[in-house]
């Protein structure tokens, strides 16, 4: 299976965090619930981006300057 790009509109939270472990902290830091949220299948940054109203263009830099460590 290949991983998805994290970019696509359509990724969910929940395979984010599977294909890319180390975004996991940037949601926390954030103090962001999605991390193990059931909502999470369904949810894509965009969502958790209104929901937790942060500026979508900054958190998507941050996990990708989170997945670049890996």
Known sequence: ???PKLDHADLSLANLMTHWPRTI???I?????CVGCPISRFH???NACAEYHLNE???LAEL???IDLE
């Open 64 to 66: 990708k300057q989170a």
């Open 44 to 46: 894509t940054i965009a």
């Open 57 to 59: 263009k900054d958190f």
């Open 1 to 3: 299976m290949n991983k």
């Open 29 to 33: 830091r954030h103090k962001m619930l």
């Open 25 to 27: 902290p940037v949601f």
